[in-house]
């Protein structure tokens, strides 16, 4: 079966510090991967992808095809970044489209 | 400004009563998604359509039904709501069959099942 682990489900900065939030998934073939958002109050919205490889709101998120992990890194977190995260491995074939069960951060002034 | 709508913003309904969730996409995208957000379980998919009058379960289909009569609307029917069913509900849409395109979502219908 095809899943998405995101092992935090809460997480806590502090203002300016380094942020990373894991992703891993267990999916045959290689997927398409996809980080969302949602900020409060806010649609659920695409925050980046893989194979666009930009960098939106200063976040990134580098694919390690031997552990299958996806994790999304921020140098510096902010206080707009507090928001639930969504991490989505979505297939290229087939079309179950699974999200991980999200970690929400809270960045602390 | 390309939208994804859902009709209700809060819905509250009592025990026994057939729901009917209303989304309405105007990007001409041929897939549709149903998911419900619950705190600690994430987005569980519950029906998508690839196509008008197709449909396919998702992880979570019992106890729901969906409909797709034009390609700009899908519905999802809750035919005797239950308290566990209290939710929010997303609905997405997409415009590609395959994967790889990215999901528009929209602002949810949280559902009270009294």
């Known amino acids: 079966a095809q899943r998405v682990t995101q092992p935090e489900k809460l997480l806590s900065v502090f203002k300016g510090a380094p942020v990373e939030l894991k992703c891993n998934y267990s999916?045959?073939?290689?997927?398409?991967l996809f980080w969302y958002v949602q900020y409060s109050r806010q649609r659920l919205q695409l925050l980046l992808r893989h194979i666009s490889r930009e960098s939106i709101k200063g976040f990134t998120a580098d694919l390690n095809k031997g552990e299958t992990s996806f994790h999304l890194k921020k140098p510096f977190a902010q206080e707009e970044d507090s928001a639930m995260y969504y991490c989505a491995p979505f297939p290229h074939t087939g079309n179950q489209f699974y999200f991980g069960t999200g970690t929400s951060l809270t960045v602390i002034p | 400004d390309v939208k994804v709508t859902q009709s209700s913003r809060y819905l509250v309904k009592r025990t026994g009563e057939k729901v009917f969730l209303e989304c309405v996409q105007d990007?001409?995208?041929?897939?549709m998604f149903w998911y419900r957000q619950d705190p600690g379980l994430g987005l569980r998919l519950i029906y998508f359509s690839y196509d008008v009058k197709m449909k396919e379960k998702g992880d979570i289909p019992e106890g729901y039904s969906v409909s797709r009569e034009k390609k700009e609307r899908f519905s999802l029917i809750l035919e005797s709501a239950s308290t566990n069913q209290t939710s929010m509900y997303l609905c997405?849409?997409?415009?590609?069959?395959?994967?790889?395109?990215?999901?528009?979502f929209g602002s949810g219908t949280q559902l009270s099942v009294l």
């Open positions: 997405a849409s997409s415009s590609s069959a395959q994967g790889g395109e990215k999901l528009l």
């Open positions: 999916y045959s073939g290689s997927p398409e």
């Open positions: 990007m001409d995208h041929e897939n």
